[in-house]
């Protein structure tokens, strides 16, 4: 009976020209071939002001070994110390100075302190005797309730909403709290107009008004990724960082981004580059997880320049995540990357249904999901190249797929979208998307029900 049942569909496809689908069609062009974002720089902040009521502090008189100035000055900021004590380091005052506690601050958002200071330097020496830092709140309670207000953040509004990725799924995980920032967030533009405005350069604006510029970007971004691998840590029973981040500064374009190790390899993002402001919610992953190559506009004369913030030994020079992945053909023209219903659902502006990929990997079509118009089954899709496809479509016969439909050769233009309308009676099949050069499908398996 199934047999004579599939032979009978067969027959009338066969009759009627197929006319159950709808020969695709070219319905527009994303509409962003040539994306001029506008890119911020000099969203890091460098200040240090002389204060002479500091000159009376009493030198620290010390015995034995002294600890790292970093870890003791993160110790004191954390502590929320008024004047912290420093003439037993014997720093000299000068701009590594000013660099090595800018590090400082941005290493850890739970600092509540801007990185402008001041301080006083003996006369003789130079030697730096104490600084006293420029905090975001008065006192050591409203910092506290500051950083629970943070991590409740990064818990609700990243981690999870990421908890549904598998955990050996570390690049999906990255790559959807990545696109959750730029979607929530926004370049503090207006308030940057504002000399006086030093609270966009703080990760805590960012997570109060979801409004900062890049130094409270990164400082942001940098805590997330720590909390999720902490997270990831726990769930795969090990003390060793399946993430590890930090930090790259230009000085000369005074911007600084941030850089991840995953797999044992160091990778730039820049979220503030990304986040175009021509497309609220969007993500352009021009940056998202890139080689030192691909960071040319980054740096003014040499790379050189580049400062990575105290970390030693940073070299982004693999190319893993340049090619091969959806998010380095369409989705890095323009879009918002969710994880849904165990797939990546892939967001652009034009239209509402999302093209689907089942894990992190390009195939040369991306389509949506089934949905109704109509009383019609739609279908839309987008090639990232010029491409030649045979469409067919096969049902399931007790557990077997039978070709019992093909639907001619289409012509695919890059960044056109198509559509394939599919009469309802349609069920209980797969379309398909095939090339004769290749015994590789084109596109993910599309159920039709």
């Given at each position: 009976?199934?047999?004579?049942?599939?032979?009978?569909?067969?027959?009338?496809?066969?009759?009627?020209?197929?006319?159950?689908?709808?020969?695709?069609?070219?319905?527009?062009?994303?509409?962003?071939?040539?994306?001029?974002?506008?890119?911020?720089?000099?969203?890091?902040?460098?200040?240090?002001?002389?204060?002479?009521?500091?000159?009376?502090?009493?030198?620290?008189?010390?015995?034995?070994?002294?600890?790292?100035?970093?870890?003791?000055?993160?110790?004191?900021?954390?502590?929320?110390?008024?004047?912290?004590?420093?003439?037993?380091?014997?720093?000299?005052?000068?701009?590594?100075?000013?660099?090595?506690?800018?590090?400082?601050?941005?290493?850890?958002?739970?600092?509540?302190?801007?990185?402008?200071?001041?301080?006083?330097?003996?006369?003789?020496?130079?030697?730096?005797?104490?600084?006293?830092?420029?905090?975001?709140?008065?006192?050591?309670?409203?910092?506290?309730?500051?950083?629970?207000?943070?991590?409740?953040?990064?818990?609700?509004?990243?981690?999870?909403?990421?908890?549904?990725?598998?955990?050996?799924?570390?690049?999906?995980?990255?790559?959807?709290?990545?696109?959750?920032?730029?979607?929530?967030?926004?370049?503090?533009?207006e308030e940057a107009e504002d000399p006086d405005n030093k609270d966009i350069f703080t990760a805590y604006n960012l997570f109060k008004y979801n409004r900062a510029v890049c130094q409270g970007n990164s400082i942001a971004l940098k805590g997330i990724y720590d909390a999720l691998n902490e997270q990831l840590k726990q769930e795969m029973g090990t003390d060793e960082d399946i993430i590890e981040t930090g930090f790259c500064r230009s000085n000369g374009k005074k911007h600084i981004w941030n850089v991840v190790k995953i797999g044992g390899k160091w990778y730039h993002l820049d979220v503030t580059w990304d986040d175009n402001p021509q497309y609220e919610e969007y993500a352009l992953h021009r940056y998202f997880l890139?080689?030192?190559?691909?960071?040319?506009?980054?740096?003014?004369?040499?790379?050189?320049?580049?400062?990575?913030?105290?970390?030693?030994?940073?070299?982004?020079?693999?190319?893993?995540?340049?090619?091969?992945?959806?998010?380095?053909?369409?989705?890095?023209?323009?879009?918002?990357?969710?994880?849904?219903?165990?797939?990546?659902?892939?967001?652009?502006?034009?239209?509402?249904?999302?093209?689907?990929?089942?894990?992190?990997?390009?195939?040369?079509?991306?389509?949506?999901?089934?949905?109704?118009?109509?009383?019609?089954?739609?279908?839309?899709?987008?090639?990232?190249?010029?491409?030649?496809?045979?469409?067919?479509?096969?049902?399931?016969?007790?557990?077997?797929?039978?070709?019992?439909?093909?639907?001619?050769?289409?012509?695919?233009?890059?960044?056109?979208?198509?559509?394939?309308?599919?009469?309802?009676?349609?069920?209980?099949?797969?379309?398909?998307?095939?090339?004769?050069?290749?015994?590789?499908?084109?596109?993910?398996?599309?159920?039709?029900?």
């Amino acid at each position: 009976m199934k047999k004579a049942l599939l032979l009978i569909l067969v027959i009338v496809f066969a009759l009627h020209g197929f006319c159950g689908i709808v020969s695709a069609r070219e319905d527009e062009i994303l509409p962003f071939d040539d994306v001029n974002a506008e890119l911020p720089t000099g969203g890091v902040l460098f200040e240090a002001e002389c204060d002479e009521s500091l000159s009376n502090i009493e030198p620290v008189r010390t015995r034995g070994t002294l600890k790292p100035i970093k870890e003791y000055l993160e110790e004191e900021l954390l502590a929320h110390e008024k004047v912290i004590k420093l003439s037993q380091y014997q720093y000299v005052f000068g701009g590594d100075f000013q660099r090595m506690y800018h590090d400082v601050i941005v290493s850890n958002y739970k600092i509540m302190a801007y990185t402008g200071f001041k301080y006083w330097a003996d006369n003789e020496t130079n030697f730096v005797t104490a600084v006293s830092p420029q905090y975001i709140f008065d006192t050591v309670e409203e910092d506290v309730e500051a950083r629970a207000f943070m991590d409740e953040q990064i818990r609700a509004q990243y981690l999870d909403k990421v908890s549904n990725i598998p955990y050996t799924d570390v690049a999906g995980k990255i790559l959807v709290i990545y696109d959750l920032f730029c979607e929530k967030n926004a370049y503090a533009y207006e308030e940057a107009e504002d000399p006086d405005n030093k609270d966009i350069f703080t990760a805590y604006n960012l997570f109060k008004y979801n409004r900062a510029v890049c130094q409270g970007n990164s400082i942001a971004l940098k805590g997330i990724y720590d909390a999720l691998n902490e997270q990831l840590k726990q769930e795969m029973g090990t003390d060793e960082d399946i993430i590890e981040t930090g930090f790259c500064r230009s000085n000369g374009k005074k911007h600084i981004w941030n850089v991840v190790k995953i797999g044992g390899k160091w990778y730039h993002l820049d979220v503030t580059w990304d986040d175009n402001p021509q497309y609220e919610e969007y993500a352009l992953h021009r940056y998202f997880l890139v080689s030192d190559d691909q960071m040319n506009d980054h740096k003014v004369d040499d790379i050189e320049e580049w400062d990575y913030c105290g970390l030693e030994g940073v070299v982004c020079d693999d190319k893993k995540y340049e090619t091969g992945y959806f998010f380095n053909d369409i989705a890095q023209k323009v879009s918002r990357i969710a994880y849904e219903s165990g797939k990546y659902n892939i967001y652009v502006p034009v239209m509402e249904q999302p093209f689907v990929a089942d894990n992190l990997k390009s195939t040369k079509i991306l389509a949506t999901d089934v949905f109704i118009e109509n009383e019609k089954q739609i279908i839309r899709y987008i090639s990232k190249e010029d491409v030649t496809s045979t469409l067919f479509v096969a049902r399931y016969d007790e557990g077997h797929m039978t070709k019992f439909g093909e639907f001619g050769t289409k012509e695919l233009k890059a960044n056109g979208i198509n559509t394939i309308r599919i009469n309802n009676w349609l069920s209980n099949c797969r379309l398909f998307h095939w090339s004769e050069e290749s015994l590789t499908p084109l596109c993910r398996v599309i159920d039709l029900e």
